[in-house]
């Protein structure tokens, strides 16, 4: 079946660490999608990326990067520059049209040791 | 800029009840429709969808309809179940946004037996 890989589904990290979250696809999307969810809030754009080697900063880029090296990947890695990083992360893939649904991963929940 | 602005939760309702969800929208173009649905501990999954002016997207026993002249998108459904309690997002996407998606804050929906 298609969809969205997100691993792993629950992230520890330590002061001064960066981490990477992994999100896969094998739909065929162009477009790719980070989000950040906080407890009872509702969903903030990280980055997003229309193609291969191009990506966008969202709303709340500051302390996050980015990579798209192939069409179904699109990591995100948490620096330790981001100093409030306990969340729960979304990943989503869409075609670029605006009829079209984006597609979601079960999310990775990420913790502060 | 575009905008979704839904009614806030949570809403409380007794199995069986009926429900309405308000959402309305600001939008230069002529966005296109969604609403997700997230369940405990998961990603969004798409609920319904309309891409025009007086669409109807249902699924499920939910429906909604896509309202121009007053720029809304309530999502409604006849008969609740124990089970659909969740939280619901109203969301829209348009050239305008590079076919980014513009959620509103969401409405948690407790449904008691």
């Known amino acids: 079946d298609g969809g969205i890989t997100q691993s792993p589904k629950y992230l520890f990290r330590k002061e001064g660490q960066n981490v990477t979250l992994s999100c896969e696809q094998n739909?065929?999307?162009?477009?790719m999608y980070w989000y950040r969810q906080d407890p009872g809030q509702g969903l903030r754009l990280i980055y997003y990326?229309?193609?291969?080697?191009?990506?966008q900063k969202g709303d709340i880029a500051e302390g996050y990067s980015v990579s798209r090296e192939k069409k179904e990947s699109f990591p995100l890695t948490v620096t330790s520059a981001q100093k409030n990083p306990t969340a729960f992360y979304l990943c989503?893939?869409?075609?670029?049209?605006?009829?079209?649904?984006?597609?979601f991963g079960d999310g990775t929940r990420l913790s502060i040791l | 800029g575009n905008s979704v602005t839904q009614m806030e939760g949570p809403v409380t309702l007794s199995e069986e009840a009926f429900l309405t969800i308000n959402c309305t929208y600001t939008a230069t173009g002529y966005p296109s429709l969604f609403w997700y649905v997230q369940y405990p501990g998961e990603g969004l999954q798409l609920l319904l969808k309309?891409?025009?002016?007086?669409d109807k997207g249902s699924n499920k026993g939910f429906e909604a309809t896509y309202r121009k002249e007053t720029t809304s998108f309530h999502l409604e459904k006849g008969s609740v179940q124990v089970s659909d309690s969740a939280v619901y997002f109203c969301?829209?996407?348009?050239?305008?946004?590079?076919?980014?998606?513009?959620f509103g804050s969401g409405t948690r929906l407790l449904v008691r037996p």
């Open positions: 739909l065929n999307h162009d477009a």
């Open positions: 309309a891409t025009k002016a007086d």
């Open positions: 990326s229309q193609i291969v080697n191009d990506f």
């Open positions: 969301a829209l996407s348009d050239q305008a946004s590079s076919y980014k998606l513009i």
């Open positions: 989503a893939s869409s075609n670029l049209y605006s009829n079209q649904p984006q597609h």
